[in-house]
């Protein structure tokens, strides 16, 4: 999985778009299109739950509390099981609340890893012979907009996982730029298919009441044993605040897992059949990481202790904690197939699992049905297949994104201060920016942060099947806890200051008409979404105002500096000052920004028809030509 495998799918959407006649779907004509109506009117929150939690955490800035900001350095995959992070949370097809207070995913083992599988691998920047790059097989299937049916599928090989191979390989190559990448797939380990196919699917019976099946394949010629372990934990928001109430898993009567939050509320994870169940904290290994040898608890990695290592005193034998996990041992036959089920809400009934069968099969026809409709006028039905996953890809990539910059500055009450380089290092200009929002990621291992401009990208996919999520990710960029006072949008958390190519009119104009259209089929008069459009364009001439100011250095409307054409891929960094001193005009630059003028005109006209103050504006972008 890699950003250039996001863009692929972008690609598919996109020209499913415009290369095919999309049948945009009829208010309410369906089960699904209802949901998302009820969403929208807050009047259901069929959003509260999602696919929001991250592939990767480690190795991100948010994390990284080093003097000179070497983030894959500070936190990586090695301590990842042992240390709590302070700003989000990973795993394994894993879902959350919208603030990710409390997270479902999956862990695994096959008996013969040395670590327990609990989130995907992958090579650091430094590591990975083209750069980072996850090594692991997982797909994204399939997926509806309020979340209400999720499908993925994880390859799992049978032999010990090549950790130290791929890293060594890659190392090895990295001296030759010509070398392609050592994959997962170059190591042998799928030979004699020898595998585990695992696949994760959630169905919600209720808003707050949701399904999780598990079903592995042994694709291998003889009978294999795995272990699932599917978790149950918080997010650790009680080691950095001194007044912060600390929720609570439990063991309940019922044999159930009772979980207790003051904000989120009280929830029960049901597990069918009779795993084992295994309690520790979400909290960091002093021991193993920090070499204080007195330090006591049920750490974050006390289920890889347990599970792979035998350590019965690395968990709560008192079934208590803010980590909970069901262990399953399962034997599968050769070419066979075991499911497990577990039902988390906040229902308390004796029968959890008496309808489960009976609401997956009915969220599995009401996603056909959704896609169906959207897809009414695509009559290639390889097509719609692909264009279906790649909306799931869409919708998985979805991630709670949390980063309040000041106060990863300034550090936490009790907690040892950051580094003093911090003051004047990375991101130090942008202390206002406070993100915690469910936001579309690039990819959530590899690029596990929004960037400006691949967010405006994918809002014109989301918007064929969630158009007001759409318009509310466009709309968030430009709130004032993201946008820069002096008027910039936010790039990415590597360095909030850069520059990306300035799209984001066009999205918001081809989202407004996309979103129209869609009105339009229940309405025929509806005049859009004026106030988004509105509200949008204003920010969006504050931004226009900045590049004028910012990247035109000789008010000649030739623009300057930022990842700009090729992306990040080019000789040099040319946001950076030239060696030699001086700037660059670059052509680049100069066209996206007579793109941007002319998305504004675009917005300011349509505006117009409604309001006349902004027919100013609106010529503004077209002075005439006065005679001499």
Not at 118 to 130: A, K, S, Y
Not at 517 to 524: E, G, H, I, T
Request: aromatic fraction near 12%.
């Amino acid at each position: 999985m890699s950003r250039c495998h996001g863009r692929a799918l972008r690609g598919i959407v996109m020209s499913s778009l415009f290369e095919f006649r999309i049948h945009l779907i009829t208010m309410n004509q369906t089960v699904e299109s209802r949901r998302l109506a009820a969403a929208n009117a807050n009047t259901e929150p069929w959003r509260r739950f999602g696919p929001y939690l991250s592939e990767r955490q480690w190795g991100t800035v948010r994390e990284d509390y080093s003097p000179h900001g070497n983030a894959w350095g500070y936190l990586p995959h090695d301590h990842a099981r042992s240390r709590a992070y302070r700003w989000g949370e990973d795993g394994i097809a894993g879902i959350s609340d919208d603030q990710q207070r409390l997270c479902l995913s999956l862990a695994m083992w096959n008996g013969k890893d040395p670590i327990l599988k609990e989130r995907i691998f992958g090579l650091t920047n430094g590591e990975g012979n083209h750069g980072e790059d996850a090594k692991e097989l997982y797909y994204y299937l399939d997926a509806t907009p309020t979340h209400s049916y999720l499908k993925m599928l994880y390859k799992y090989p049978q032999r010990e996982f090549p950790y130290a191979r791929l890293v060594e390989e890659n190392g090895r190559r990295k001296g030759d730029s010509g070398q392609p990448e050592f994959e997962l797939l170059d190591t042998g380990i799928f030979d004699d298919d020898r595998y585990f196919d695992v696949f994760v699917e959630y169905a919600k019976a209720e808003p707050e009441e949701i399904l999780m099946r598990v079903t592995v394949h042994n694709r291998g010629p003889e009978a294999a044993t795995i272990h699932l372990l599917p978790q149950l934990w918080f997010r650790n928001t009680w080691s950095w605040k001194p007044d912060a109430k600390k929720p609570q898993l439990s063991l309940g009567k019922s044999g159930a897992v009772s979980a207790k939050h003051a904000e989120l509320g009280d929830y029960t994870l049901f597990c069918d059949g009779k795993p084992e169940l295994l309690f520790c904290e979400n909290e960091t290994n002093a021991r193993r990481l920090h070499g204080q040898r007195d330090a006591q608890g049920f750490f974050k990695d006390g289920f890889d202790e347990y599970v792979v290592h035998g350590n019965q005193a690395a968990v709560n034998s008192k079934r208590t904690g803010t980590k909970a996990g069901a262990l399953y041992k399962l034997t599968i036959p050769a070419s066979g197939s075991t499911s497990v089920r577990l039902r988390l809400g906040k229902s308390t009934s004796a029968k959890p699992f008496a309808d489960f069968d009976g609401i997956f099969a009915t969220r599995l026809r009401e996603a056909d049905e959704f896609y169906a409709e959207l897809q009414a006028d695509n009559a290639d039905a390889d097509a719609r297949n692909v264009q279906r996953q790649a909306f799931a890809g869409m919708i998985w990539s979805k991630q709670f994104f949390y980063y309040d910059v000041g106060e990863w500055i300034k550090g936490d009450p009790g907690q040892f201060p950051p580094p003093s380089e911090r003051k004047h290092g990375r991101n130090h200009e942008w202390q206002h920016l406070n993100n915690a929002d469910i936001i579309s990621m690039p990819d959530k291992w590899e690029y596990p942060w929004y960037a400006a401009w691949d967010l405006a990208f994918h809002c014109i996919s989301l918007a064929l099947v969630d158009s007001e999520f759409a318009k509310s990710q466009l709309t968030l960029l430009t709130r004032e806890w993201y946008m820069h006072p002096n008027g910039q949008l936010p790039a990415y958390e590597w360095a909030f200051g850069d520059v990306n190519p300035p799209v984001h009119a066009w999205a918001t104009w081809r989202v407004f008409q996309m979103d129209r259209k869609q009105r339009r089929d229940s309405n025929p008069n509806d005049p859009g979404d004026l106030a988004f459009l509105e509200r949008v364009f204003h920010k969006l001439m504050l931004n226009f105002t900045w590049w004028v100011n910012r990247k035109d250095a000789q008010g000649r409307n030739i623009f300057q500096g930022g990842f700009l054409g090729l992306d990040n891929i080019g000789v040099f960094d040319r946001s950076a000052p030239l060696p030699t001193g001086g700037f660059i005009n670059q052509a680049d630059g100069t066209s996206w920004m007579a793109m941007y003028s002319l998305n504004l005109m675009r917005i300011a006209l349509e505006l117009a028809k409604h309001n006349k103050v902004y027919e100013d504006i609106a010529t503004s972008a077209q002075r005439p030509k006065h005679a001499a």
